[in-house]
């Protein structure tokens, strides 16, 4: 569960200073520690980084805005992965996706209304032989259905 959604400066700083010993602190290791402590890039992060590191906010923005792992809204408290990738897609993914959407009350990626659950869909989970798969915050379950996934969510 994630629950730290406006990090304040100081926090961010710290998540800069936490990194593990590296020889430079680099516009990227910064944003990727920031991103490993919040699972996204606060606003106020940019310019903290920009400070930090001597760069401008634009340098920054650039390396933040080119890679598309980092996201700058929070996530939900926890993260629905659903594979639809070839093999999940042959074992019935399409029909689990359908059904996850009117269970999470969302028709694409992204964030239900109440904050809880991001979903998120994977084009191979590593899994295959399971399939279908679907992971909660990284862990994996295979053999997937909706009532599975109702069942596992339940307690976010
Ligand atoms: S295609 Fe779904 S886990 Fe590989």
């Known amino acids: ?17 936490n990194q593990p010993k590296i ?12 991103s490993n402590e919040f699972h996204f890039i606060p606003k106020n ?5 920009a400070k930090y590191t001597g760069k ?3 340098d920054v923005w650039g390396v933040a805005s080119f890679y598309t792992n980092f996201r700058f809204t929070p996530p939900g408290d926890a993260t629905l992965d659903i594979c639809w990738g070839p093999s999940c ?7 689990i996706l359908k059904d996850v959407h009117g269970l999470l009350g969302i ?3 992204g964030e239900t209304k109440d904050g809880k659950i991001t979903l998120r869909y994977s084009t191979c989970l590593g899994a295959c ?15 997937a259905s909706v009532e599975k996934i109702k069942e596992k969510i339940s307690d976010i």
């Open 1 to 17: 569960m994630r629950n730290n959604k406006k990090p304040t400066n100081k926090e961010i700083i710290n998540a800069i200073e």
């Open 23 to 34: 020889s430079k602190k680099t516009v990227l290791s910064c944003l990727l520690a920031i």
């Open 129 to 143: 032989s399971q399939g279908p798969v679907f992971a909660i915050d990284h862990k994996l379950y295979g053999k």
């Open 45 to 49: 992060a940019v310019e903290i980084v």
């Open 107 to 109: 028709n694409q990626e």
């Open 56 to 58: 401008t906010m634009n």
């Open 89 to 95: 897609h042959i074992l019935g993914s399409q029909k």
